[in-house]
């Protein structure tokens, strides 16, 4: 696998808008799309390889990845549409994608194939995120039509069952193959962040003042971040770790509206929060402090990804109002210390 240069990404790109953070320059680069008006990245990996869907010159929504400065076209399996959420540091992708008869499934993407991971014996499913030993975790319909968190792993879909009620939802995995997501409690609603490990589910709780919560993103060290809720009104962005679930602020909305959607090895948190303008902005959090990675020029974008380095992947609004994948790099890299 072709490890990107860090030092010349910029050198060759053509959109760029520079923001300061913690006293380095983040650079938003624009990734552009498979030809049509809206694009937007989910996942990166340590080699700076890109995931996400775009529109097509055709109107259709088709899973891409990026790398080398080129957006490639993944295709479907069968359908129109797909989108790809993760990818692993050996370039395997997973998302989901319509399949002949219209129906979502989950699918592992590699050496040039598009491989359908099939269901829990429902007719839908999806893969939020795969870890670098191929372990892919899903979301799947059984029989009844019911969802389910599973993992997959040579060749099978395991269900993981529930907190007692009757759905459960995938969001990551690590290295570790731990895994947080969110399921009903028993009796149904509300929704629990949640964490599978050694074939226990483990109940993540609230925080206070709120009643339904969901495991976004998960590290290696086993922390784990999300959003804690009260429906249509507050929404609050939270780390989980040592057993404690807090609450990691916002960019100054009142109400509040936070969540984070990915945390990595340096426990670096990126998501989405209200600004006092009322705009929803992407924003980076460490160390305590949250701060606005701004946009495109528009008053819109979202942080869905982050890797060991600290480049930051997601959506970000035009001037010109169009909604384009994004990447923020740091303008001065922490771990090699060469500058853009």
């Not at 498979?34 to 990166?44: D, K, M």
């Not at 479907?76 to 994608?97: C, E, F, M, P, R």
């Not at 490990?197 to 919560?213: A, H, Q, R, W």
């Amino acid at each position: 696998m072709k490890k990107l240069n860090l030092c010349m990404l910029t050198l060759v790109l053509v959109l760029t808008i520079s923001h300061t953070v913690f006293g380095l320059e983040y650079r938003i680069i624009d990734i552009g799309t498979l030809g049509g008006s809206e694009s937007r990245a989910f996942g990166i990996n340590e080699h700076g390889q890109i995931v996400g869907s775009s529109e097509t010159s055709s109107g259709e929504t088709h899973a891409f990845v990026y790398e080398d400065n080129l957006i490639s076209d993944l295709g479907t399996l069968g359908g129109n549409t797909s989108w790809a959420y993760g990818i692993n540091d050996h370039g395997q992708i997973v998302g989901k994608s319509a399949n002949e008869d219209g129906r979502n499934h989950g699918f592992l993407y590699e050496d040039g194939i598009m491989y359908d991971l099939g269901t829990l014996g429902g007719n839908e499913s999806y893969a939020t995120a795969i870890n670098n030993a191929g372990q892919i975790v899903c979301s799947s319909k059984i029989s009844s039509g019911l969802w389910r968190t599973a993992i997959y792993e040579n060749g099978t879909m395991k269900n993981l069952g529930t907190l007692g009620g009757n759905h459960s939802w995938s969001g990551d995995i690590n290295s570790s193959g731990q895994i947080a997501g969110s399921s009903d409690v028993t009796g149904g609603f509300p929704w629990h962040a949640c964490l599978w490990e050694n074939d226990t589910i483990n109940d993540l709780g609230v925080l206070p003042g709120t009643s339904v919560s969901q495991g976004k993103g998960i590290n290696d060290k086993g922390q784990i971040a999300g959003v804690s809720y009260v429906k249509n009104s507050t929404y609050l962005g939270f780390i989980y770790e040592d057993g404690v679930m807090n609450g990691i602020g916002s960019l100054g909305a009142s109400p509040d509206y936070t969540i984070a959607f990915a945390i990595n090895n340096n426990g670096q948190i990126v998501g989405v929060s209200e600004t006092r303008a009322g705009h929803k902005h992407a924003f980076v959090y460490e160390d305590g402090i949250m701060t606005d990675l701004g946009t495109l020029g528009g008053n819109f974008s979202e942080a869905r990804g982050i890797n060991g380095n600290g480049w930051i992947v997601g959506m970000a609004e035009t001037v010109d109002g169009e909604k384009h994948a994004v990447l923020w790099v740091p303008g001065l890299d922490r771990h090699s210390g060469c500058s853009y």
